[in-house]
């Protein structure tokens, strides 16, 4: 059996979710030159990590020194997770462990919780004025 890609589908079960695994902007392959798979729980955090980065929430925090902008933009995430049906509404959480260091926590519907780093590069400055 043959994926629409062109490339032999490896899952014997996909599951309800699955897709390629992403990594450095760039398709993962294995040793075989094959693309990796996500299925399930990976997949949905791929496409929640890929949804926050094309929406521009963190490049909105990115040296900015207002700590209630930069509260606002977290506000923001937990919305768009929460907003996504495999996720259990009003489970997604979002904390700052360290300046430019996001982690953020949610339940799947189907798959238990799932938990994501999130890292923006914070400018000098920005880390004096509120560190």
């Not at 693309?35 to 990590?49: E, G, H």
Request: glycine fraction near 6%.
């Amino acid at each position: 059996m043959s994926g629409s890609l062109g490339f032999p589908l490896q899952l014997t079960d996909p599951g309800n979710y699955w897709d390629l695994r992403i990594v450095d902007d760039d398709i993962a392959l294995d040793v075989g030159r094959q693309p990796l798979k996500l299925a399930d729980r990976a997949s949905i955090a791929q496409d929640i990590a890929h949804m926050i980065r094309e929406r521009g929430y963190l490049t909105a925090m990115i040296a900015e020194r207002d700590i209630r902008k930069r509260r606002y933009q977290m506000v923001l995430i937990t919305i768009a997770v929460d907003d996504d049906t495999r996720i259990v509404p009003g489970t997604a959480q979002i904390s700052e462990s360290a300046a430019g260091e996001l982690w953020l926590t949610a339940k799947t519907v189907a798959y238990g919780e799932l938990t994501l780093q999130l890292t923006y590069a914070q400018s000098a400055t920005a880390e004096q004025n509120n560190g």
